[in-house]
């Protein structure tokens, strides 16, 4: 294993009430976009027969993006929508449809070092790569780029914040 | 002894190491849904950093179910461990937890004119909660720090053990007032835990 990843605690959101869940899918498919995720996919797409209580869904997206030519952010979103039903509401004395229900977002945040696999080969290089990453951009990874990549996905999790109407700051 | 016999409680190296923070069951009787109440217990667990979202390495380590005229019984065994904050090398948290129900039918409700599947029968969720001391077994294997292990761990170490049994009980009745909030059970603690979000019994 050349490829070393950098796994960060998970930012976890959660919402009981009105939200509009195809707003909150559009939010997050269009930051990966707007910040050059190259490899975005949607990973998992489940959907269970709604029950009286509701629908379930559980879907899983994940976006690369490759940073320099060493360094590589992942960002995975698991959404976990229970007892989701349709309702109409009045908003400003307008009509409209929205879903009321569950919902948890997790976000799960990794920096991946050496994605391209120059340290791979023999254990010598890999010795090589273990003494570049303590010695040599030990304190560059430490305080620049997981930083860098937790805020990303802070920025994520406040457009999603901000699609589920919760308070921002 | 091994050699003849290789099925060994898990404690058996441990020895006295293991102390015992916590110990506790909820007993119930009644309709609920057992699914919730199993998911409910996984969702607080890995809030709590108890578990990944990686259900290949969940440590359910025995899933039980009987079928017979009178209802279903499950024995359910999870057994979790994790590594504190402070001080990983020596310390580990530990959690077990056991499901046990009798009886359980499909059973439907009535909540405001909908029709909800539940189940109906006897369930019983008990956890033990200990922490391990002298984890990576240090003492155990140094020829020169094995005498002085008691001393180590009765005297020096005395202020941090107690520190992680009360971060490991609190965790632990945390749990308890989870699973007692979702059957609505009388509550213990001044803050109740997961009413916000998941539903109670009565989906409310």
Avoid at chain 1, 99 to 111: A, Q, S, T, Y
């Amino acid at each position: 294993m050349v490829e070393k990843k950098r796994k960060f605690p998970a930012i976890i959101i959660k919402h009981r009430g009105f939200f509009n869940l195809e707003k909150v899918l559009k939010t997050i498919t269009n930051w990966f976009n707007e910040e050059d995720f190259e490899d975005f996919d949607i990973t998992d797409y489940k959907y269970k027969i709604p029950s009286p209580a509701g629908a379930e869904y559980e879907i899983r997206m994940k976006g690369q993006k490759k940073v320099t030519g060493y360094v590589m952010f992942e960002i995975e979103v698991i959404l976990w929508v229970y007892d989701l039903r349709e309702v109409e509401l009045i908003k400003d004395g307008e009509k409209i449809k929205t879903n009321e229900g569950r919902i948890i977002i997790e976000v799960f945040p990794v920096l991946i070092l050496d994605w391209q696999k120059r340290f791979g080969g023999n254990k010598f290089l890999q010795r090589l790569q273990d003494f570049y990453h303590n010695y040599i951009i030990k304190y560059k990874i430490a305080d620049y780029w997981d930083d860098m990549c937790l805020i990303k996905a802070g920025q994520l999790v406040k457009f999603v914040q901000e699609s589920l109407s919760q308070e921002v700051t | 002894m091994a050699k003849h016999f290789p099925i060994r409680h898990r404690y058996t190296d441990i020895g006295k190491d293991r102390i015992t923070v916590a110990n506790w069951y909820v007993k119930y009787k009644e309709v609920f849904d057992l699914k919730q109440l199993y998911t409910l217990v996984h969702e607080w667990l890995f809030e709590e950093g108890w578990c990944t979202r990686n259900d290949q390495d969940f440590p359910e380590i025995f899933y039980s179910q009987r079928e017979a005229a009178f209802g279903k019984d499950h024995w359910i065994r999870w057994r979790l461990t994790k590594k504190p904050e402070e001080g990983a090398i020596f310390f580990n948290y530990e959690f077990d937890i056991e499901f046990h129900t009798v009886g359980i039918k499909d059973t439907e409700i009535i909540i405001k004119g909908q029709k909800y599947k539940m189940n109906k029968g006897e369930a019983e969720v008990r956890v033990n909660t200990g922490l391990i001391v002298d984890y990576s077994g240090y003492f155990k294997t140094h020829p020169l720090l094995k005498p002085f292990k008691k001393i180590w761990i009765n005297r020096l170490l005395k202020k941090k053990i107690e520190y992680h049994k009360r971060i490991l009980s609190n965790d632990s009745y945390r749990l308890r007032e989870a699973i007692n909030t979702y059957l609505r059970l009388e509550k213990i603690l001044p803050e109740k835990e997961f009413q916000e979000f998941w539903p109670t019994k009565s989906l409310d």
